[in-house]
């Protein structure tokens, strides 16, 4: 791309383009007491037909320049991805990861609940934000509990991608420790805040296969204009060319730190979530210091944040997030091994050699 190609979308008026998002101030829910950006308060009036996640807006000249130098190339979703630090992010999210790098003060009570894309990052958030607030809301049935009445991603906003985004700078004044957070960052590009704390990072992965169907599937719904085929996200996935990939970096990152750090990086997989919950639940409990007693009942947090229930709560079947996504795509199968229902024998043969070329050496097995 040369350095006079318009990388960015048609521009809009100029006081369209500094207007803040409006943030909520729900009922005290806790650990995150207030959910600032990542609520269902509407956006400020719409610029244009074009969903809020897809414009770039009040892009910063020093996020130009930089960009002009970075590696690109054709998004999944937006117009572009551009590669920082070596993982790729569409031109809004690398100028929330920017500010985010430069602004975010870590507490060492913060708790960080990191995945890429489609790792099962909603059910981790529903199953720490239950975990968390246990004692605060003990009856998971009633409808007085948060879950019932707001998405994962409001109860615990993700870093970069809601406190952060189109120029934000997120207001932490009335959240209530520990601060619960979510990221897609790879640990490379954390805020030194983040690296130089002893806060907690909870990393959870899933099988690459099944993690590069579900993405596709994800950012085909996201599309305004026609779907990218099988193939063609294949392709890309496998270069490392996805959101917040190489996939296989992005893992290996937070599994050595694991290894080096254990007591701040807890890395759970997927498939043993779905397998054995109730040991992983507990596992996970023990590590951010909230243990359960044996007098404890543990099956009403794993009924209220199994799949089946979240996805079929009203609030995530219709409602929708500030930044436009509907609560909706968020949920689809949830299954383990269902990227073999989409891949040919060819692709699963790539995928399962790229994945041993990767970690291969470092213990880590899908």
């Not at 414009?55 to 020093?62: F, I």
């Not at 979530?273 to 404890?296: D, I, T, Y």
């Not at 299954?335 to 692709?347: A, I």
């Amino acid at each position: 791309m040369s350095a006079t190609e318009s990388w960015w979308l048609p521009k809009h008026e100029e006081s369209q383009q500094n207007k803040q998002q409006e943030s909520s101030s729900p009922a005290d829910y806790g650990c995150n007491k207030t959910i600032a950006i990542m609520s269902n308060a509407q956006p400020a009036e719409p610029v244009s037909d074009i969903p809020k996640y897809l414009l770039e807006l009040g892009v910063t000249e020093e996020c130009k320049k930089l960009i002009m130098s970075l590696p690109t190339e054709k998004g999944w979703v937006a117009n572009h991805l551009h590669q920082y630090q070596g993982f790729w992010h569409t031109t809004r999210q690398l100028q929330a990861v920017l500010a985010c790098q430069r602004h975010f003060q870590a507490q060492d009570t913060d708790i960080f609940l990191i995945t890429t894309p489609k790792s099962g990052t909603t059910w981790l958030k529903a199953i720490v934000f239950a975990l968390m607030n246990r004692f605060q809301y003990p009856n998971t049935h009633t409808h007085h509990h948060p879950l019932l009445s707001e998405n994962p991603h409001v109860l615990v906003p993700f870093l970069e991608l809601g406190l952060y985004i189109d120029g934000q700078v997120g207001d932490f004044t009335t959240f209530t420790s520990p601060r619960l957070f979510g990221t897609h960052l790879p640990f490379v590009s954390l805020p030194d805040t983040v690296k130089n704390s002893t806060c907690k990072l909870v990393y959870m992965c899933r099988n690459p296969k099944d993690t590069f169907v579900s993405l596709w599937h994800f950012t085909n719904k996201l599309r305004t204009n026609g779907t990218n085929s099988l193939e063609e996200t294949f392709d890309k996935f496998t270069r490392g060319v996805s959101l917040y990939g190489p996939f296989w970096d992005h893992v290996l990152g937070y599994w050595k730190q694991s290894l080096e750090n254990p007591e701040r990086v807890l890395f759970l997989k997927y498939e043993e979530m779905k397998e054995q919950p109730k040991v992983q639940v507990l596992k996970l409990a023990e590590f951010l210091g909230r243990p359960f007693s044996l007098e404890e009942e543990i099956d009403g947090i794993l009924k209220l944040c199994s799949f089946e229930n979240l996805s079929n709560l009203e609030v995530n079947k219709t409602g929708k997030l500030a930044s436009g996504e509907d609560y909706n795509t968020f949920f689809r199968r949830g299954d383990v091994g269902d990227g073999k229902n989409h891949l040919s024998p060819q692709m699963i043969k790539k995928f399962d050699q790229i994945t041993q070329q990767k970690l291969h050496g470092y213990g880590l097995k899908f």
